[in-house]
């Protein structure tokens, strides 16, 4: 399966991420990207590099000020200042929030906007952060650009992930809404409506919030039940959508610890309500943290079962682009996508 990606990736490799108190190395590194590519090469798979959309496509998605402090953040967090005379040199993570107590404005303050645009301390900032995902936004949406060149399906080796940043929100390892800027893309080209499946074990609650209350675009996500696993606070099944968008949002979480056959079963539930949508192509979020081995994550998914979600997804019929979210068991992370992508291409 034709294959975009570029090493602009390895620019986002934060130290640590806040784990039960303590500093953790990043789950989210850029070995996960390596292994991938490694199996994709491995495979024999045509590769691609992708190409420069500029910031427009991201911007129909993000807010301007999000995108804003995103691309100026490293430079302001490292200039000289009266917290730091030296300027700041190591990654950032946030340390407040504006929860219900607090006033939703956004703050002048960096510090205070680090907690503004961001939902989580597992998700640092970097000196590479900006490029990191800039790039992978164009890897997805590089990918978009061979499906309207007629391409039956593609796959975005995208990395940081996307699924859990919302408009003008990060965290949960991600920035930019690959899945969703993508999907955008290809309304703005002319498709009249949209599919987003996302079978990462979390939550999508970017991609949600991003067209909860649109009708063109049907998001469904199957993940752990969000009353215990990340990122609590969406992804329960009476979200439904709102205004337009009534019913063309689906959650279908299911309990911690779930095998095989009910996650099976949950895809088949899945692929039901995306055919009855009519779709003029599908996009992907392919998590892979569902995999039986992942170090932070509770589903069961052998790298054969990989093969059959491909397989299934492909009897939809439907342009199919294929973009990167999660998995960290990083050994095997590149047979368990190689093994999706081959289930599709039959
Ligand atoms: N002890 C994606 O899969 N918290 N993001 C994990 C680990 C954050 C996952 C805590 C999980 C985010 C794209
Ligand atoms: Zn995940």
């Given amino acids: 399966m034709l294959t975009v990606y570029t090493e602009q990736h390895r620019l986002q490799h934060g130290n640590a991420e806040l784990v039960d108190g303590t500093l953790k190395p990043c789950f989210e590194n850029p070995s996960r990207a390596d292994m991938v590519l490694a199996e994709v090469d491995r495979a024999g798979f045509e590769r691609i590099a992708p190409t420069d959309h500029g910031k427009a496509p991201i911007l129909a998605v993000h807010r301007d000020n999000y995108v804003r402090f995103l691309e100026t953040f490293w430079s302001r967090w490292t200039a000289p200042s009266r917290r730091s005379k030296t300027g700041r040199t190591y990654d950032a993570l946030p340390l407040i929030w504006p929860t219900r107590c607090f006033r939703q404005i ?3 303050d960096i510090d205070g906007q680090l907690g503004y645009f961001s939902m989580d301390a597992g998700t640092p900032v970097t000196a590479g952060t900006w490029p990191a995902a800039y790039w992978s936004a164009q890897t997805a949406l590089t990918g978009a650009d ?3 060149a007629g391409e039956r ?6 990395r940081p992930p996307g699924h859990h940043a919302a408009a003008d929100v990060f965290g949960g390892y991600c920035f930019f809404n690959n899945a969703a800027i993508a999907a955008q893309h290809l309304r703005d080209s002319g498709l009249g409506r949209v599919a987003i499946l996302d079978v990462d074990y979390h939550h999508g609650n970017g991609t949600q919030q991003i067209f909860y209350d649109r009708a ?24 439904r959508g709102a205004g337009e968008g009534e019913g063309c949002n689906l959650n279908l979480p299911l309990p911690a610890g779930s095998d095989v056959p009910t996650w099976m079963a949950a895809l088949e539930q899945a692929c039901t309500a995306i055919a009855a949508f009519r779709p003029d192509a599908l996009v992907v979020s392919l998590g892979l943290d569902t995999y039986e081995g992942d170090p932070i994550s509770t589903f069961k998914l052998k790298t054969a079962d990989f093969h059959a979600v491909g397989a299934r997804l492909a ?11 999660g998995g960290y068991a990083v050994g095997p992370i590149g047979e368990n996508a190689v093994s999706v992508l081959n289930g599709f291409d039959g």
């Fill in 315 to 325: 009897r939809l019929g439907l342009q199919t682009l294929f973009c990167l979210e």
């Fill in 106 to 108: 956004e703050p002048q």
């Fill in 216 to 239: 063109d675009v049907l998001f469904v996500s199957i993940h752990g039940d969000p009353r215990t696993e990340f990122p609590f606070y969406l992804g329960f099944a009476d979200e």
């Fill in 153 to 158: 399906a593609a796959f975005a080796l995208c």
């Fill in 146 to 148: 061979r499906l309207l």
